[in-house]
């Protein structure tokens, strides 16, 4: 979920997504404050590009810190251990083509 925030926000779209867990249906997206015609477009828009670099990616997220000493990191090295471990961009543009 991360990942596709961040690719809608460097595709230029600004919205809420919040994750929604049902007690049946598992968890799902509910996508607030932009209309389903103008998501579907950006979106496809979005995924014909190529995925981006992951460090890239990280480097564009205000908190990369992910375990209890990453403060102590120099950023490049920060950006690349949230990069690794957060980061499947090829993975999510494949989602991201599939859904739009």
């Known amino acids: 979920m991360d990942l596709l925030a961040i690719a809608a926000v460097l595709g230029g779209l600004w919205f809420v997504i919040r994750l929604v867990r049902g007690p049946r249906e598992g968890s799902g997206f509910l996508i607030e404050d932009i209309e389903p015609a103008v998501l579907r477009r950006r979106l496809t828009e979005i995924s014909a590009t190529d995925p981006p ?5 990280a480097d564009s997220v205000p908190n990369t810190a992910i375990d209890r000493y ?17 980061l499947d961009t090829v993975q999510t543009w494949e989602v991201l083509r599939r859904i739009a």
């Open 53 to 57: 670099d992951p460090e890239a990616v």
């Open 70 to 86: 990453d403060s102590f990191l120099p950023a490049d090295l920060r950006w690349q251990n949230y990069a690794l471990a957060k």
